[in-house]
């Protein structure tokens, strides 16, 4: 078993308040909670430079938000794509810079690499939502929200199109 030091500390109410609300699965008392924090918190600093571990952090971050709208949309009997879509990306954007910041991240070969990384994860959602425009009413909350957008990126494809051809 590791060692255990003992640590006091003042904290203000607001924040013992929050300790006290926190639910942190196996954590009950405030010193359980405390060391699960720390314990997630090291995870996360020691899991800088690796993707999945990035990726598993910037998904329990998002979850909590992401269920809020799951909720709100089964009580209304909604569901949007683009929200799917952009929720499902979001995680993976943050995760492919937080897994690049390590060491040597200001090596050439890391800068070229990093942006590679989000050219791909940035086209991989812009052709997940060009997708969405194949019909004139969008599987979405709002039916026009892509048809509504889709004229000035179109209109740039045609002059990047026709510059090209040149």
């Not at 203000?12 to 909670?33: H, M, N, Q, R, Y």
């Not at 943050?94 to 690049?100: E, K, N, Y």
């Not at 052709?127 to 048809?147: N, W």
Request: hydrophobic share 45%; aromatic share 4%.
């Amino acid at each position: 078993m590791a060692r255990t030091l003992p640590i006091s500390a003042r904290i203000p109410a607001e924040d013992a308040e929050f300790l006290a609300e926190l639910k942190i699965e196996g954590a009950v008392t405030p010193s359980d909670k405390l060391r699960a924090i720390i314990t997630q918190a090291r995870q996360r600093a020691q899991g800088q430079d690796d993707f999945p571990a990035s990726l598993q952090w910037m998904r329990e971050v998002i979850t909590p938000a992401l269920n809020r709208v799951r909720d709100a949309e089964h009580r209304h009997g909604l569901h949007s794509e683009l929200v799917t879509a952009v929720c499902e990306w979001l995680p993976q954007a943050c995760a492919v810079v937080l897994s690049h910041r390590g060491a040597g991240a200001q090596e050439k070969q890391q800068l070229i690499n990093l942006e590679r990384a989000l050219a791909d994860r940035a086209f991989q959602l812009f052709e997940a939502l060009l997708r969405l425009g194949v019909t004139e009413q969008a599987p979405c909350y709002d039916k026009d929200v892509i048809s509504a957008r889709l004229g000035p990126v179109l209109a740039l494809a045609q002059v990047i199109t026709s510059s090209r051809q040149v």
